[in-house]
T-cell receptor
Framework: DAKTTQPPSMDCAEGRAANLPCNHS???????VYWYRQIHSQGPQYIIH???NNETNEMASLIITEDRKSSTLILPHATLRDTAVYYC???????????FGAGTTVTVRA | GAVVSQHPSWVICKSGTSVKIECRSL??????MFWYRQFPKQSLMLMAT?????????EQGVEKDKFLINHASLTLSTLTVTSAHPEDSSFYIC?????????????FGPGTRLTVL
């Protein structure tokens, strides 16, 4: 059963921020929110993760709602190389078996 | 983070033959590795967990006698698709977990595209 819900696709203009939503209304207290992306014909790549606080790294920012039922991945300045499928996954911290949903196909346009 | 390689990156074989795919951790020792399969326009599906020095554990619906997994060392896991058929054509991806730096990340290989004729 899918634990997360994401829009199937999204377009974004190059240089603009891309905001990718994810619903995880059944998230448990010990589950983290992880984001990965997969560029075409490559293996997935870790982006960011968080438990309840907002997080930022060199790639993106993660905003988690107070009730933890949804989150938003923000790519601050999208580039053409950010075109990929983005997966939002909830998992217990030390459970490495990942369950991938359909993800959001993000297309960055010049 | 961990660097993971796969070999070959792509392979084409005839129906009925066996194909071996290697997954190597180049800078990290992994007692556990994971194998995923991805059909065209679909998401990744976990196939099995490869355990160094012991038997692999397979997800429901994955035939262990068809997808042989060997994890003989801390840096190498192999997946052999035996008697491959066209329906086995897929993108096979391995991953290994790294618990350092507080991330508990998964590092994925670049994938192997298998085409069975």
């Amino acid at each position: 059963d899918a634990k997360t819900t994401q829009p199937p696709s999204m377009d974004c203009a190059e240089g603009r921020a891309a905001n990718l939503p994810c619903n995880h209304s059944t998230i448990s207290g010990n589950e983290y929110v992880y984001w990965y992306r997969q560029i075409h014909s490559q293996g997935p790549q870790y982006i960011i993760h968080g438990l309840k606080n907002n997080e930022t790294n060199e790639m993106a920012s993660l905003i988690i709602t107070e009730d933890r039922k949804s989150s938003t991945l923000i790519l601050p300045h999208a580039t053409l190389r950010d075109t990929a499928v983005y997966y939002c996954i909830v998992r217990v911290f030390n459970d490495y078996k990942l369950s991938f949903g359909a993800g959001t196909t993000v297309t960055v346009r010049a | 983070g961990a660097v993971v390689s796969q070999h070959p990156s792509w392979v084409i074989c005839k129906s009925g033959t066996s194909v071996k795919i290697e997954c190597r951790s180049l800078d990290f020792q992994a007692t556990t590795m994971f194998w995923y399969r991805q059909f065209p326009k679909q998401s990744l599906m976990l196939m099995a967990t490869s355990n160094e020095g012991s038997k692999a554990t397979y997800e429901q619906g994955v035939e262990k006698d068809k997808f042989l997994i060997n994890h003989a060392s801390l840096t190498l896991s192999t997946l052999t698709v035996t008697s491959a058929h066209p329906e086995d054509s897929s993108f096979y991806i391995c991953s290994l977990p790294e618990s350092g730096r507080g991330r508990n990340e998964q590092f994925f290989g670049p994938g192997t595209r298998l085409t069975v004729l």
